[in-house]
């Protein structure tokens, strides 16, 4: 089957994502391995769709879309507020949240 | 005669309204009475008045009705007019005819039912009832407006009319009730309301105790009624049932006593329990103690208790259930009775306590209860009629005495009722007062022309017509000794020298304060007066004797006129009898249909059939010899009366009481005057020099000491040991039980506090703060702050969570 492909390749996006988000240091980089674990399920999604000949996992790709795009305006300003306090945005020396 | 229709009308079938507007009226004086601009008298007066006006109705539809039984139906009365000729038929018009039955207006609804039995609330209208009726309303009518001057000003004005409108609510409740139990309402409303008036200057002692003492004597009684209605129900109810009526019905129980089919002893001791409670309650010997000391209450109250309502009503139960007496103590057959006893005793005893009173007022308590022993002494030996006109015309003249007597007190003597100290040649000053006073003392007293006269002497005839010569004597010896003690009382009150507060003086000595207590205000004034020397005159000549205000004497004056002419309703010297025409039941047999439910006498058959069977009566052959209370009624009828004969009146007959009543106040002036006034005699100093009249005397200031009886004797060797029991078991046993369950209690109570509440529960609660604590501290590291780690968490248990997925869906 050749959805097998694009699941796979899904896969190895998330995993890196995943990689991304746990052990890089820059926020920009962490938000960037954020969109890619959302893009390896929306091609999860576009996948699935294709195989049962149905309209639906298109239309929740863009919806995915839509709101990574806001996600991601959202937390480019928080980083954009944080590098203004503190002139760093390495994550490892944030511990503001800390219980 | 035949198929003689019974008229009736709006006022007849709606009598009932008759107690319902003055209890409506108690209510609205309760709630609103102090609102009003008159502090609720009005009310009283305005809802007391509607029932005198239904009962005036109600009287003239009632004399119609008989008049159309008797009179063959030949007029048909239209409106006010035609009722006004139907009632004043001329004499030989209603002395002809054989006197014919005349159905009772009876309703009854359904009060409250249990175990099968209906407890109704009705009424129950023949002419004792009718008679009654008008007689309450009218005197509660005149005895309202005349409190409205005798008790302005008291502090418990609102309260005053409040319970003096219901006292007349419950008399009349009593005097239309269609069975026993409605009787016992309004008899014990009474009670309640005499307490509560009787009390109405409960500051004083004295007058909360005479209260408690006329509650109390009259419960000796009731115990009587209650017994006595209770062996009467079971004796009739079966055979009253049958008959379609039932054991508490008026009708069904004179029927069943007159059917021959009741047993006789249950009839005599029912009778002995009811007849009790008419000793309680009309204050016959043994339990008159409680009327003397009635006179604690307001003078408005002491005319209304003694005239109509009240003491009347032992006398009213005797003669509504007269078949059962009749029967139960074989009046007629016996020459002497219990009822005849009682009454011949109470005449001679409370005549004689009348002597020794220095206190107006209870001279007239014992003239009462001395009269009331003439009407059960007449209802005793057969002479029921008589009797019941007693009542009427000694509601007239002793409600005058009675108002008269607060008159002199209220504007005459500053308040007090010592005829020896406070009182004397008030004549003068008093001449409405005084006058009236003298109507209806020789209306009391018998003298001929006066109601009193007609009455009592048809008693003593009937005495001796039925065949009890030895009543016949003593109701004389009574005739003697009533116009002695009220010549003694008139005496002292209206002639001779002016003494005390009569004579213009102020005394501050303590008993004017007995009755003074709503005059509060007054003698404030008064004692004002006093400081001032200066103006001492002005006010003497204010406060010293005068004569009433019209509210005052306008009901002294018409009480008066009806002493002399109530009379003549029913005086046979003259040949009107249009008493007996009205109020005597008609002791003939009756026809009962087979399921006639006489509980509604609605039935126009009923009535056609009952003229049916008089006719053939009258024709027949019984009627003559034998009659009701003498024979069983026949099959299929009942009777509802006795047949009673009445003596016929002669002026021989009579001669003998009215030289008895000349002689009785002959010799009580001479006495009178020889001890209280100037003159000598022989008799003056008698109870010091002459031993046994000196213990006649002191017998007789001490009231028997029937006093020290009660409440010396009896309630010390009975209650004493009861009340030291029941301290006893009090202490011992109730409290007992009452420690320990407090004690158990306690115990029980400590063991749940250490065990259930500081373990379980309190441990339950701490146990889950303290987890929560231990959890949260434990999961602190976690809220490390790092993103990552975060990230690195969500990740982890994302993946468990998959795993855990995949495993299950395996």
């Known amino acids: 089957m050749y959805a097998v492909n694009f699941l796979i390749l899904a896969a190895l996006l998330f995993a890196i994502g995943v990689f991304g988000v746990i052990a890089r240091r820059n926020a920009v980089m962490v938000l960037m391995s954020i969109e890619l674990i959302l893009n390896s399920v929306n091609l999860n999604l576009i996948a699935f769709a294709m195989m049962n000949n149905s309209p639906e996992g298109h239309v929740f790709a863009l919806y995915v879309i839509a709101v990574a795009a806001a996600e991601v305006g959202v937390g480019l300003a928080m980083v954009l507020m944080i590098y203004r306090n503190r002139r760093s945005i390495a994550l490892d020396e944030l511990s503001v949240m800390k219980g | 005669m035949l198929a003689a229709t019974l008229s009736t009308g709006w006022f007849l079938e709606n009598a009932w309204l008759i107690p319902l507007v003055p209890a409506i009226g108690f209510l609205f004086i309760i709630f609103f009475g102090k609102k009003m601009p008159q502090n609720g008298s009005e009310i009283g007066i305005v809802s007391i008045g509607i029932s005198l006006a239904i009962a005036i109705g109600a009287t003239f539809q009632w004399i119609d009705r008989v008049n159309s039984a008797s009179g063959g139906g030949e007029h048909t009365a239209t409106g006010f007019f035609g009722t006004l000729r139907a009632i004043f038929p001329s004499a030989t018009e209603t002395g002809e005819h054989a006197a014919s039955f005349v159905e009772p207006v009876v309703k009854s609804w359904t009060w409250w039912q249990s175990g099968g039995l209906e407890f109704g609330l009705g009424q129950h209208i023949d002419g004792l009832s009718i008679m009654l009726l008008l007689l309450v309303t009218f005197i509660s009518f005149l005895v ?125 001791w029912g ?229 005390g507060a009569a004579a213009g003086e102020h005394h501050d000595d303590g008993h004017d304060d007995a009755h003074g207590g709503a005059h509060a205000d007054h003698d404030d004034h008064h004692g004002d007066a006093h400081d001032d020397h200066g103006a001492h005159d002005d006010h003497g000549a204010h406060h010293g004797p005068h004569e009433s205000p019209w509210r005052i004497t306008a009901p002294l004056i018409v009480l008066s006129i009806l002493a002399i002419g109530s009379g003549y309703l029913n005086a046979p010297a003259f040949g009107t009898h249009y008493f007996t025409d009205w109020v005597e039941p008609v002791g003939v047999e009756v026809a009962l249909d087979d399921g006639y439910d006489y509980a509604s006498s609605e039935d126009e058959h009923a009535s056609v059939v009952l003229a049916a069977v008089q006719a053939e009566e009258t024709d027949g052959y019984s009627s003559e010899a034998k009659g009701c209370g003498f024979a069983d009624p026949a099959d299929g009828t009942v009777c509802y009366a006795p047949k009673l004969s009445h003596a016929t009146f002669s002026w021989s007959k009579a001669m003998p009481s009215i030289i008895l009543v000349f002689a009785g106040i002959l010799f009580s002036a001479w006495v009178c005057m020889g001890i209280y006034g100037d003159r000598k005699n022989p008799l003056v100093g008698l109870t010091s020099k002459f031993a046994p009249a000196r213990w006649v005397h002191t017998l007789l200031v001490n009231k028997y000491y029937l006093d020290h009886l009660y409440e010396k004797i009896i309630v010390f060797a009975f209650a004493h040991p009861i009340a030291k029991a029941a301290y006893w078991v009090n202490q011992n046993i109730l409290d007992g039980i009452v420690d320990s369950v407090g004690r158990g209690g306690r115990a029980t109570g400590e063991w749940v506090y250490r065990n259930v509440d500081q373990r379980v529960v309190d441990g339950a609660v701490n146990a889950s703060g303290l987890a929560a604590s231990e959890g949260g501290h434990a999961l602190q590291p976690v809220q490390s702050g790092k993103v990552n780690q975060y990230g690195a968490l969500l990740f982890g248990a994302a993946t468990v969570g998959a795993i855990v997925l995949i495993l299950v869906n395996i």
């Not at chain 2, 009890?468 to 020298?497: D, E, H, S």
Request: net charge neutral; with cysteine.
């Open chain 2, 271 to 499: 009778g002995v329990a009811l007849f009790i409670a008419s000793i309680g309650k009309s204050g016959q010997f043994p339990l008159h103690t409680w009327l003397p000391d009635a006179m604690a209450g307001p003078t408005p109250v002491s005319s209304l208790l003694h005239s109509s309502t009240m003491v009347v009503a032992g006398v009213f139960l005797v003669a509504r259930l007269y078949p059962v007496f009749f029967v139960g103590f074989d009046i007629l057959d016996t020459s002497v009775n219990f009822i005849t006893i009682i009454g011949g005793i109470t005449i001679i005893v409370a005549a004689a306590l009348a002597f020794v009173q220095d206190d107006i007022k209870k001279v007239l308590a014992y003239s009462t209860v001395s009269q009331l022993g003439y009407m059960m002494l007449g209802l005793g030996v057969g002479a029921w009629l008589p009797a019941v006109f007693h009542i009427f015309t000694h509601a007239f003249f002793k409600c005058a005495l009675f108002l008269g007597a607060g008159s002199i007190s209220h504007s005459g003597s500053h308040h007090s009722f010592d005829m020896k100290k406070d009182m004397g040649g008030l004549a003068k000053k008093m001449p409405i007062t005084a006058a009236t006073w003298m109507v209806s003392t020789a209306a009391l007293c018998g003298i001929p022309f006066f109601s009193g006269f007609f009455s009592k002497d048809e008693i003593i005839d009937n005495a001796s017509h039925n065949g009890y010569q030895f009543f016949y004597y003593l109701a004389l010896v009574g005739a003697f000794m009533t116009p002695a003690y009220m010549t003694r009382a008139t005496y002292l009150t209206f002639f001779g020298k002016p003494r």
């Open chain 2, 144 to 268: 309202q407006i005349y409190s409205t001057e005798y008790v302005s000003g008291d502090r418990r004005y609102t309260h005053f009319f409040a319970s003096l409108t219901l006292f007349s609510a419950g008399m009349l409740v009593m005097v239309l009730a269609e069975n026993m139990l409605q009787l016992i309402l309004g008899w014990e409303i009474m009670g309640l309301c005499s307490f509560m008036l009787i009390g109405h200057w409960w500051e004083e002692e004295a007058n909360s105790r005479a209260a408690l003492k006329a509650f109390f004597t009259v419960r000796v009684g009731d115990v009587g009624l209650l017994v006595g209605t209770a062996i009467i129900f079971f004796g009739a109810n079966d055979w009253a049932v049958e008959h379609g009526s039932n054991g508490f019905s008026i009708r069904g129980i004179s029927a069943w006593a007159l059917s021959g089919e009741a047993s006789q002893s249950v009839l005599f």
